[in-house]
């Protein structure tokens, strides 16, 4: 069965400070996808990046990048250097390609809080 | 860019009423998804949809609820009575084809729903 744990449940920090979102999955099938999507203040959900069971290297994109670690079942999300801006909720979601559907599984979130 | 919309933005009803939420999916895509957050916690699958027929629910997605294509454009989420735990954002989401390489999900930017 599916399942993406985010253990931490809220995260303060102070702006320029570097932060790490942690994410781990549970899946049974060799080929699904990974996601972190951004939820600010208004609600919308801001897709942020994708990465597929089979590319295990790690991405960078300006302030953000992303450790997948199929070892551990992990997918973390640092920001570089926080800003006011990041403070939202950021969830991490898996997909399982199989049958079709493609459904994303969600954890539970992150809030993260950026203060001046 | 082409986006996925959703109607209305906000909608509030009594308890036993019923509801058609609306959203109109990216103009070629062929998968059509309703997720479901409830206040403060995550993001949870509902439905999903393709070649006008559901291709998978979650157990969420009981007899209350319907989803339907009415015409080439317009992909609806209807409630037959609702309940004060019906009270949620429903996000739509549509995505290009679901083969065996994944197509990225695109979200609306959701109903909130409030059941009085």
């Known amino acids: 069965a599916q399942k993406v744990t985010q253990a931490q449940t809220e995260i303060s920090v102070v702006e320029k400070e570097d932060v790490t979102l942690d994410c781990v999955y549970e899946?049974?099938?060799?080929?699904?996808?990974l996601f972190w999507y951004k939820q600010p203040p208004s609600g919308e959900l801001v897709f942020l990046i994708r990465?597929?069971?089979?590319?295990?290297q790690n991405e960078i994109s300006g302030r953000y990048s992303w450790n997948f670690q199929k070892s551990t079942s992990s997918f973390n999300f640092t920001i570089t250097a926080s800003q006011v801006v990041d403070s939202a909720v950021y969830f991490c979601?898996?997909?399982?390609?199989?049958?079709?559907?493609?459904?994303?599984?969600f954890g539970k979130g992150t809030k993260l809080t950026v203060n001046p | 860019e082409p986006e996925v919309t959703q109607t209305p933005s906000h909608q509030v009803t009594q308890m036993g009423q019923e509801v058609i939420l609306r959203c109109v999916p990216i103009?070629?895509?062929?998968?059509f998804y309703w997720y479901r957050q409830i206040l403060g916690q995550k993001v949870e699958f509902l439905v999903s949809?393709?070649?006008?027929?559901?291709?998978?629910k979650s157990e969420i997605f009981d007899d209350q609820f319907s989803v339907e294509r009415p015409d080439g454009s317009n992909f609806t989420l209807k409630i037959r009575s609702t309940k004060l735990e019906d009270s949620a954002m429903y996000f739509c989401?549509?995505?290009?084809?679901?083969?065996?390489?994944?197509?990225?999900?695109?979200f609306g930017p959701g109903t909130r729903l409030t059941v009085l």
């Open positions: 989401a549509s995505s290009e084809k679901g083969t065996s390489s994944y197509n990225e999900q695109f």
């Open positions: 899946t049974r099938d060799t080929t699904y996808y």
């Open positions: 990465r597929n069971s089979f590319d295990e």
């Open positions: 979601a898996l997909s399982e390609p199989q049958g079709g559907s493609e459904k994303l599984v």
């Open positions: 103009s070629n895509h062929l998968y």
């Open positions: 949809f393709y070649n006008n027929e559901i291709s998978e």
